[in-house]
C-alpha cells in the first residue's frame, strides 16, 4: 500500500482546500521514503494523522481530538471555525492498493456539512478514476478486507501514546488479533471457521433429508390419496386465514420500525424486492436460451458436416438430373432409328446415325458427376428434398450468423442480469443486524417469524396437494419418480457424509498448521523484535533476547545472563524505543507492506537514542514513512543526515491571529 495525496478542505487549523502529497520517490535509482512534516506544538500536525484515519475509518477513526465525544459532535467542532458549517468540511485520502496482482488506485472523500442540530456525512469512493456506489455504500465493510483497523494502529501512531506496550503487561493480548492478520494466520483461522460453517449446514441438510422418509411413507398410501387431498385443502383454507391476520400484524410492526429509524430494513425490503425481480429475469434469460437451444441453433456447431451434406445433395441433384437427360436421349434416339427404317433408309445410313447417337450420349454421359451408380451410392443416397435443400442452403448462407448473433445477444443478457443479481445479494449480505434497533426489532422478527411459519405450512401442504393430485392421475409416472427422488437423496446424503469427513479433517489438519506457523512466525517475529530493538537501543548489553509467547503474546525481555528483565526498569525513553521495535519488527514481519506514520517521535528520548533513530530507523522504517516532527526533534543537523532519504518536507506554519495553519513545501528553515 502507498498513500498518494492527502486533501484537507477547512478541516481543523487547515483553512480553504489544501493538497499534502505523499508518495514516496526515487533519488538517483535509489529510494527516498520519507515524507517530513514539521510544526510546533498545537499546529496542525496530529490533525495530519487524524485526517488519514478519518478519510480511512469515519466514526471508528480513533482521532486524538475525539476523546469521549459523539461522531456528530466531534465532525460539527472539526469544521474550521471561519468556514460556513453549511458548505462543512471534508478530507479525502488518494492511495494504492495491490491485490491478486492487480494494482488498483483508490480514493476516499469523506464529507460533511451542519444543518440546525444535524450533521450530515457523505462517502464518495472511486476505483482506478471512477465512482463506485457499491464501494462508497459498503467502504465500512471493504476497508476492513483492505487495511484493518487494528492494524492500522500499528502504522499509524502517535510516539508518546505508544509506551503502553512496554508498560503493560498483557498489551500484547490485545494486540494478538492485529499480530496475526499482519503475518497472514487470519486466513488459517478463516479457513477452519469457514469449514466449521459449511459443516453446521451439512448437518442442517441431514436434518431435513430426515423429512423425506415420512413423504415416502405417505407416497405408499395410495388408497388414501382423496381422503388427503380433501383434508389438505380444509388446513389450506384455516392457514390462509391465520397467514392474512399474521400479515396485517407485520405491516402495522413495520410502520411502527419505520417510525423508530428502521432506515436500513427498508434499504433490505427494496433490495429483495430488487432480487426477486432479478431472479424472474434470470428465469426469463434461461427460459429463451432453451427456447433458442430448441431451433436449429445446434446445427451451428457442425458447419463443416453441413457443407457436406450441401455438396453431397447437389452431387444427387446433378446425378439425378444427368440420368433423366441420358434416358430421354435413348428414347429418341430408339424412335429415331425406328422412323429411319420404316422409311427404308439404307443400312449404311441407319448404321452412322446410331453410331453417332450412341457417341453423343456417351459423350453427355461424361459431362455428368463423377458419382459411383453402384449398390453403396443406392444405399447411401441423401434423397434430400428440394425444401429441405432450400432450407439447408438458407441457413449456411445466412441462417447459421442469424442464430449465432441471437445466442450472443441472450447470453449477454443473461450474464448482465447475473452481475445485478450478485450487486443486490453483495448489498444485502452487507444489511445490518436489524438486532440493534431494539426492542421493536424483536417484536418484528416474532411477528415475522409467524407469518413465515405460516407461509411455511402453507406452500408445504400446496406442494404437498400437488404430489397428491399428480399421483391420483398418474400413478405409474410419479411412482418412477419418487424411486428416483428416493436414489438421488441416499446418493446426496452418502456424498454430504463423505463431504462432512473431509471437513473434519481439514479443520484437525489446519489447526496443527495454525499451531505450527503459529510458533514459527512468532519465533521470527521474536527475533525480528530482538533484532530492531538491539539495533535502536544505546545500551546494546542491556537486552539480549526478546520473546513473544505464541498463545498468549506477552512480551518477556531477558538480559545477557538469560534473566528475565522486567520492562519497569527500562526508562521512559528505553520504553519508547522497545515500543517502536516492536513496532518496526512486527512490520519488518509482516505479510503485507503499509506505510509508516509516526507523530512526535522523539519528544522523550535523549540524544544518543535520537541519533539511533535518525540513523538507522527512519530511513528503513518502511517503504513509505511520514513524520510529524517538531523543531526540537527534527533539528538542522538531523535534517541535513536524513535529507538524502527524504521525498519532500512541509512546514506547518501556524497563524497565531487567524488561528489557521498553512502547509508550505519546505521546512523550518529555506531549503
Not at 450420349?361 to 463423377?370: E, I, K, Q, S, V
Not at 473431509?502 to 484437525?508: D, H
Request: glycine share 6%; proline share 2%; charged share 30%.
Amino acid at each position: 500500500m502507498i498513500l498518494h495525496q492527502l486533501t484537507l478542505r477547512d478541516f481543523c487549523l487547515y483553512r480553504g482546500q489544501q493538497v499534502l502529497d505523499l508518495a514516496p520517490v526515487l533519488r538517483r535509482g535509489r529510494p527516498a521514503p520519507i515524507v517530513l512534516f514539521g510544526g510546533i506544538n498545537g499546529g496542525g500536525k496530529t490533525t495530519v494523522l487524524d485526517a488519514v484515519q478519518l478519510a480511512l475509518y469515519g466514526n471508528r477513526a480513533r482521532c486524538s481530538k475525539r476523546g469521549d465525544k459523539g461522531y456528530e459532535q466531534f465532525l460539527r467542532e472539526s469544521v474550521h471555525h471561519d468556514a460556513d458549517e453549511r458548505e462543512g468540511a471534508g478530507v479525502e485520502l488518494s492511495f494504492r492498493y495491490a491485490s491478486e496482482g492487480q494494482d488498483h488506485l483508490y480514493s476516499v472523500s469523506r464529507t460533511w456539512s451542519v444543518s440546525g442540530d444535524r450533521v450530515r456525512e457523505k462517502v464518495r469512493v472511486c476505483k482506478d478514476g471512477v465512482d463506485d456506489g457499491w464501494l462508497s455504500e459498503n467502504w465500512n465493510q471493504l476497508v476492513e478486507e483492505l487495511i484493518p483497523l487494528g492494524i492500522a494502529q500499528l502504522c499509524f501512531f502517535d510516539a508518546e501514546k505508544i509506551r503502553f506496550l512496554a508498560e503493560d503487561e498483557t498489551s500484547m493480548q490485545a494486540l494478538g488479533g492485529a499480530i496475526k492478520s499482519l503475518l497472514g494466520l487470519d486466513l488459517a483461522e478463516r479457513l477452519v471457521a469457514d469449514a466449521s460453517v459449511l459443516e453446521g449446514r451439512l448437518a442442517k441438510r441431514a436434518v431435513e433429508s430426515a423429512e423425506l422418509a415420512e413423504v415416502r411413507e405417505l407416497e405408499s398410501e395410495y388408497e388414501a390419496r382423496q381422503t388427503d387431498i380433501d383434508r389438505l385443502v380444509r388446513e389450506v383454507g384455516t392457514l390462509e386465514n391465520h397467514r392474512q391476520r399474521a400479515a396485517t400484524r407485520v405491516q402495522e410492526v413495520e410502520e411502527q420500525f419505520a417510525k423508530v429509524g428502521g432506515r436500513h430494513w427498508e434499504a433490505r425490503d427494496k433490495l429483495l424486492q430488487r432480487k426477486g425481480e432479478l431472479q424472474q429475469s434470470l428465469k426469463e434469460a434461461e427460459s429463451r436460451l432453451v427456447n433458442l437451444a430448441a431451433t436449429d441453433l445446434p446445427l451451428a456447431l457442425v458447419p463443416d458436416l453441413l457443407a457436406a451434406v450441401q455438396q453431397r445433395a447437389g452431387a444427387e441433384r446433378q446425378a439425378a438430373e444427368s440420368e433423366v437427360i441420358v434416358r430421354l436421349l435413348a428414347e429418341r434416339d430408339a424412335e429415331l432409328l425406328t422412323l429411319l427404317r420404316e422409311k427404308r433408309t439404307g443400312q449404311r445410313v441407319i448404321g452412322l446415325v446410331s453410331e453417332f447417337l450412341e457417341a453423343d450420349r456417351a459423350r453427355r454421359g461424361t459431362l455428368t458427376p463423377a458419382v459411383s451408380r453402384g449398390e453403396r451410392w443406392e444405399r447411401d443416397r441423401l434423397r434430400l428434398s428440394d425444401a429441405a435443400g432450400q432450407l439447408l442452403d438458407r441457413f449456411l448462407a445466412s441462417g447459421r450468423a442469424d442464430r449465432q448473433a441471437d445466442a450472443r445477444q441472450q447470453l449477454e443478457a443473461l450474464e448482465n442480469v447475473r452481475r445485478a443479481f450478485e450487486d443486490v445479494e453483495r448489498s444485502l449480505a452487507a444489511t445490518p443486524d436489524e438486532a440493534t434497533i431494539g426492542s421493536v426489532v424483536e417484536e418484528l422478527k416474532a411477528a415475522s417469524a409467524e407469518l413465515a411459519g405460516f407461509d411455511s405450512q402453507i406452500a408445504r401442504l400446496e406442494k404437498e396437494l400437488a404430489r397428491l393430485r399428480g399421483e391420483r392421475d398418474e400413478f405409474d409416472k410419479q411412482l418412477a419418480k419418487r424411486r428416483r427422488k428416493i436414489v438421488d437423496e441416499e446418493l446426496r446424503s452418502e456424498e454430504d457424509s463423505r463431504l462432512a469427513r473431509l471437513l473434519v479433517r481439514t479443520q484437525a489438519t489446519m489447526q496443527q498448521y495454525l499451531q505450527i506457523a503459529t510458533h514459527r512466525k512468532i519465533e521470527r517475529l521474536s527475533q525480528s523484535v530482538t533484532e530492531s530493538f538491539r539495533f535502536l537501543l544505546r545500551k546494546q548489553t542491556l537486552v539480549q533476547r526478546v520473546l513473544i509467547d505464541p498463545d498468549t503474546f506477552a512480551v518477556t525481555l531477558f538480559d545477557e545472563q538469560g534473566r528475565v528483565l522486567p520492562k519497569q526498569r527500562l526508562s521512559e525513553g528505553e520504553k519508547q524505543i522497545f515500543a517502536i521495535s516492536v513496532l518496526w519488527g512486527l512490520s519488518r514481519a509482516a505479510a503485507r507492506p503499509l506505510p509508516a506514520i509516526i507523530d512526535t517521535p522523539m519528544a522523550r528520548l535523549d540524544n544518543a537514542h535520537r541519533d539511533k533513530l535518525v540513523e538507522r530507523y527512519f530511513p528503513h522504517a518502511s517503504h513509505q514513512v511520514i513524520v510529524l516532527s517538531t523543531d526540537t526533534e527534527i533539528d538542522r543537523d538531523y535534517f541535513e543526515s536524513l535529507q538524502p532519504h527524504i521525498a519532500r518536507a512541509y512546514h506547518l506554519t501556524y497563524d497565531d491571529r487567524r488561528k489557521l495553519t498553512v502547509a508550505e513545501e519546505g521546512y523550518f528553515w529555506k531549503l
